[in-house]
T-cell receptor, first 112, second 111 residues
Framework: SQQGEEDPQALSIQEGENATMNCSYKTSINNLQWYRQNSGRGLVHLILIRSNEREKHSGRLRVTLDTSKKSSSLLITASRAADTASYFC????????????FGSGTQLTVLP | DTGVSQDPRHKITKRGQNVTFRCDPISEHNRLYWYRQTLGQGPEFLTYFQNEAQLEKSRLLSDRFSAERPKGSFSTLEIQRTEQGDSAMYLCALPGPEKLFFGSGTQLSVL
């Protein structure tokens, strides 16, 4: 079953703009991860944030985590057409043997 | 290159037929995961192996589904008597440090 919802379901922006995607989850977690999926392909890991962290950066990516609200956000700055993809959050719960539970994803379209 | 090869990339079958997918890790991994992804949704866990042993199965894995990992290397996922609801992308994944590496998946279409 899906862990939670992602918001928005779809997002369309112009190249150079920032894109923000949100994720909510339901259970206690060890960490939260974000993955990217190009159409018809497998998922690629982008960034991980641990449950005791509040913010993390990697290149143009910024992830926040609010465990009290069970929510996370992914910010992509200075977007490029090549960022067009689906983005999924995934939670790694305690005792899960690293079985990830994914959200329903945000389809990001970056227009050139 | 994620280190995971899946075959075939696409499979079209008629309802009621059996299908088998294969996942080949390029290097040795103790664990191997199968996920299913339907259109517009995130992947959902199906099952995982620790070496040859299948340790956990999701409720999504009905009796028509069977997975094997005979020598602790490659794995197969078979669906018997396919139904239209089985149409999905079937993804194999290997564990990395605190992440999963996914193959490109097998896209199954049941007509």
């Amino acid at each position: 079953s899906q862990q939670g919802e992602e918001d928005p379901q779809a997002l369309s922006i112009q190249e150079g703009e920032n894109a923000t995607m949100n994720c909510s989850y339901k259970t206690s977690i060890n960490n939260l991860q974000w993955y990217r999926q190009n159409s018809g392909r497998g998922l690629v890991h982008l960034i991980l944030i641990r449950s005791n962290e509040r913010e993390k950066h990697s290149g143009r990516l910024r992830v926040t985590l609010d465990t009290s609200k069970k929510s996370s956000s992914l910010l992509i700055t200075a977007s490029r057409a090549a960022d067009t993809a689906s983005y999924f959050c995934a939670t790694d719960a305690a005792g899960s043997a690293r079985q990830l539970t994914f959200g329903s994803g945000t389809q990001l379209t970056v227009l050139p | 290159d994620t280190g995971v090869s899946q075959d075939p990339r696409h499979k079209i079958t008629k309802r009621g037929q059996n299908v088998t997918f294969r996942c080949d890790p390029i290097s040795e991994h103790n664990r191997l995961y199968w996920y299913r992804q339907t259109l517009g949704q995130g992947p959902e866990f199906l099952t995982y192996f620790q070496n040859e042993a299948q340790l956990e199965k999701s409720r999504l894995l009905s009796d028509r589904f069977s997975a094997e990992r005979p020598k602790g290397s490659f794995s197969t996922l078979e669906i018997q008597r396919t139904e239209q609801g089985d149409s999905a992308m079937y993804l194999c994944a290997l564990p990395g440090p605190e992440k999963l590496f996914f193959g490109s998946g097998t896209q199954l279409s049941v007509l």
